[in-house]
């Protein structure tokens, strides 16, 4: 076993991963115990509840970014510079927790935050920018693209949709925390034709929060296939797979760009099929587009289990992608096969709102308490576990690490995965009941403890 410097450690990027997963674990472990935060009070969530999430799923993005650079060959300073990037986002990320609170540090975490975002930003385009030109001048990225042209570009569309929403949060930023200091007079004579200032911080923080989940999911689905290979596979699945990136990047195209046009424009997004009173039933058409990227998954992964591939895989590789892919169907299950029936039928559920339609509904608490679940289930802990596997994933070898470890990962997580959605049905149904869904939220950040230990056996120190 090489003995790795501790220059070389820090710009390890399974180095990285494990700091990342050791940060993400403790913080959702410890979240219980930080003033504001409460994941099973019904409703959407608190200003303290927005301000840990952002540090939690931040680091989450620098982790995705440094892994879809490692995947597509980036040159090795480039991916220094990710790497580097790592420790100093972290501690930023915590001190903007931390300085959150007191009322005097207003102006010092505005500033500790405005620095991680825009370093975050900066880093992101860099990694868009790598990804576009360097399959033309960097042999190993273009080798890649020639073999996995479909999941290369859902990741390129992916990262940009990313960068897109991250642009749009910062607009929000901007605006609420600083009331658009700065800003040009054409600027603000385009806010006020899209509806006023009000209006339009409402539209770009309803497409930011929207549109950043769902490219985010879009990018792991593709650095998972990427990992995988599967240009290799045999027969049919390969081109199954293909099939299911392209119906992805469908999906990110379209949402990316009602998102743009109904955030800096005066569009309002549609329902589909309209029924009820006053029509107030029907899906979103934003959320039917978000739904393609989900069918997209869906179909990858019948192109993934039916290859056979999972068979032929170490066991710790094998356990793994199970896990990875079953992220992928509970996701999918949460907000398609629970959310659309939702929209459906708004006359009841009355957009989490008290009151009669078209501006509410008997059955407003149900609403509410699944915004709750599926803020915190499909939202926040599965890209979280399946961001990790899926870097996981792409740094380890075809050798096992830990059976035993992986075998208990794989319980611990499918565990907590199935009482999750089950959890969240029950807490919904029950108008909140949340022990079953506690518990699912429990073994899935133990799980991620397990996840830790892998990490640490897969460093050569």
């Known amino acids: 076993m090489s003995i790795m410097s501790i220059k070389d450690l820090f710009i390890s990027p399974r180095f990285n991963i494990l700091l990342i997963t050791a940060y993400v674990a403790i913080g959702l472990l410890v979240s219980p115990l930080i003033p504001g935060i409460n994941w099973l009070q019904p409703g959407d969530f608190s200003e303290a509840e927005v301000i840990y999430y952002h540090g939690i799923m931040l680091q989450l993005t620098v982790l995705g970014i440094i892994i879809a650079a490692y995947i597509t060959k980036f040159p090795k300073k480039l991916q220094l510079i990710f790497n580097v990037s790592n420790i100093p986002l972290m ?27 825009v370093w975050i930003l900066l880093l992101a385009i860099a990694l868009l920018i790598g990804l576009i030109i360097f399959p033309f ?4 990225t273009k080798n890649i693209f020639k073999k996995m042209w479909s999941a290369y570009s859902l990741l390129v569309v992916a990262t940009a949709s990313s960068l897109i929403a991250g ?22 004579r385009l806010i006020n034709d899209w509806g006023g ?20 999911g879009a990018a792991i689905v593709a650095v998972f296939g990427i990992s995988l290979n599967y240009s290799s596979y045999k027969g049919i699945s390969k081109r199954i797979i293909d099939v299911g990136m392209i119906v992805a990047i469908f999906g990110v195209i379209s949402m990316t760009t009602i998102y743009i046009i109904s955030s800096y424009g005066t569009y309002v997004i549609p329902t589909i099929g309209s029924f009820g009173p006053q029509g107030v039933n029907g899906i979103a058409f934003d ?6 990227i989900g069918w997209g998954a869906l179909i990858i992964a019948v192109g993934l289990i039916g290859s056979g591939v999972l068979s032929s895989m170490v066991s710790t590789k094998r356990y793994l992608s199970i896990l990875e892919i079953s992220t992928w169907l509970a996701t999918i299950f949460v907000l398609i096969g629970v959310g659309y029936p939702i929209e459906l039928n708004e006359a009841f559920f009355g ?6 339609p078209p501006t509410g509904g008997p059955g407003f608490i149900y609403d509410d308490l699944f915004m709750r679940g599926h803020l915190v289930f499909a939202f926040f802990l599965m890209p ?7 870097s996981v994933i792409a740094i380890m070898e ?17 565990t907590g995965i199935i009482l999750g959605v089950c959890g969240l049905l029950v807490y919904m149904i029950s108008s909140g009941i949340g022990e079953i869904l506690a518990i699912g939220i429990s073994l899935i950040i133990v799980s991620l403890f397990a996840i830790l230990y892998i990490t640490f056996k897969l460093l050569k120190i």
Request: hydrophobic content about 50%; cysteine-free.
């Open 91 to 117: 501690i930023l990320n915590i001190l903007g927790i931390g300085f959150s609170y007191p009322a005097w540090a207003i102006s010092i975490n505005n500033a500790i935050q405005g620095l991680r975002d």
């Open 137 to 140: 001048l960097n042999v190993d």
């Open 167 to 188: 642009i749009m949060g910062l607009t929000a930023a901007w605006g609420e925390y600083l009331n658009f200091l700065g800003a040009p007079g054409f600027f603000m």
């Open 197 to 216: 200032t009000s209006t339009f911080l409402s539209n770009v923080v309803t497409s930011h929060s929207h549109e950043m989940l769902p490219a985010l």
């Open 287 to 292: 959320d039917s587009q978000t739904g393609i």
């Open 351 to 356: 957009f989490g709102v008290n009151g009669t």
């Open 384 to 390: 979280i576990l399946a961001g990790i596997i899926a």
């Open 398 to 414: 075809d050798k096992d690490v830990s059976q035993i470890a992986s075998k208990i990962l794989l319980g611990l997580g499918l």
